[in-house]
Every structure is written in C-alpha cells, then in structure tokens.
C-alpha cells in the first residue's frame, strides 16, 4: 500500500532553525514535493526531489534519502511570514500525486 | 504566462441544494485539470481529474460529479449537496506529457453547507 506520514504541528522562534520531516512507503516513486500553505490560500510550489540527496534553495532546502523513504523540509532564518502549513507529497508509479496531511508550523517572536 | 482562476471563492448553500463551481485555465493548451477537496486539519483529497475534454476519471464515490466541456474549462457539481461536503476546494493544472507534482492551483472554493 501507499501511506504517507509528517507531524501535526510544529513551533519554532524567529530567526532560529526548523525541520519538518516526512516519511513514505510506496512501491513506485517519481519524486517527493513540498508545498506551503498559508490558510485559507492554495498550496504553492516549494521543491521537487527525486533523486537523493540535498537541494537549497535560498532560506529553504529539502533533503531525500529514497531508500528510507525520507525527506525533510529545513527552513532557516525563521520570518513570522513562515508561519504555514507545509505539505510533503510524493508522485506515485501512475504519476499521482499521493498527499500527507500537513505540518502547520508555529512561529513564535 | 499560464494562469488558473475558479469562482467563486466563497459559498454558503443549504443542504440538498445544487452545486457548480468553475475553473479555467489561460496560457496552455491540453493541460491536466484536477479538483482536490481539503477539509479542515486534513491533506489533500483527489476528487477528479481529467487528461482531455469530456475525459475525467473519479477517484472517490461520492455525490460530486464533473465535466471538462472545453479544453481549459473544468466544472465540479453537485445536484444535492451533503453536509459532508463541507471544505475548501482546489482547481489545479499541470502539463500533458509532463505530468510532475509541480501542480498549479487556483485560489480554492471555501463551501459552507448548512
């Protein structure tokens, strides 16, 4: 089966450091996305991962290790504009998009 | 630039009452249209999504229906709707052939059903 897993919630300070992890298990993988939310607002694109490895992205990068089916989210130089849902999905073998539930993520002054 | 619009962006209809909700799509052609359903503190759902006019595939059984009368044209109905059918809803496209997460969505339909 397909399932995908990310923490409800999370806090954090301004300006510090925070990572957001994701877990997954599916038999086909094409690549694994993060997407923030801002509530009440669409998703919007943040990064695509398909091959191992870490990929930065001005104050954002995203990490994937596909034989653990692992990725994470690493936001730095946390802005209260960071505060959000983050949204981990990976494109399955048919080339859907298979969706975790979100991590809201808390930014505290 | 490719753009992607639906309308309208907030509902309140009672129960048992028929639903339409509209998204179009402006800058490319043939392009993969999704509607997805989020409720409150859930992930995204997959209601239905279409490869070309008058194709579109359901994912869940429910009592919401769809159509793609034009290329870029992708309605979400509804004859009679549920109270379950409470929830923000999100048009999004994405390339034919190219068919990766980078998803593009619309503004969302927030539908209150009392």
């Known amino acids: 089966g397909q399932n995908i897993d990310q923490p409800t919630e999370m806090t954090a300070t301004e300006g510090a450091i925070v990572q957001i992890n994701c877990t997954y298990q599916?038999?086909?993988?094409?690549?694994l996305f993060w997407y923030q939310q801002h509530a009440g607002e669409a998703p919007t694109f943040l990064s695509y991962?398909?091959l191992d490895g870490l990929e930065e992205k001005g104050r954002f990068s995203s990490f994937l290790s596909r034989s653990k089916g692992y990725s994470y989210l690493l936001l730095k130089e946390l802005q209260m504009k960071d505060s959000a849902s983050y949204l981990c999905?990976?494109?399955?073998?048919?080339?859907?998009?298979?969706w975790g539930a979100g991590t809201k993520l808390i930014i505290k002054p | 630039s490719q753009t992607i619009h639906q309308w309208p962006a907030t509902l309140v209809q009672p129960v048992g009452s028929p639903l339409s909700l509209e998204c179009t799509v402006e800058?490319?052609?043939?392009?993969?249209l999704y509607w997805y359903r989020q409720a409150a503190g859930r992930g995204l759902q997959l209601l239905f999504y279409s490869v070309g006019i008058g194709q579109i595939s359901s994912e869940v059984p429910q009592n919401l229906s769809a159509s793609r009368p034009q290329d870029r044209q992708f309605i979400l109905s509804s004859k009679k709707l549920l109270l379950s059918d409470s929830g923000f809803y999100l048009c999004?496209?994405?390339?034919?052939?190219?068919?990766?997460?980078?998803?593009?969505f619309g503004e969302g339909s927030r539908l209150t059903v009392l």
């Open positions: 991962n398909v």
């Open positions: 999004a496209w994405a390339l034919l052939g190219r068919d990766t997460g980078e998803l593009f």
């Open positions: 800058g490319t052609s043939n392009p993969n």
């Open positions: 999905a990976f494109l399955d073998s048919n080339y859907q998009l298979i």
């Open positions: 599916t038999s086909g993988f094409n690549g």
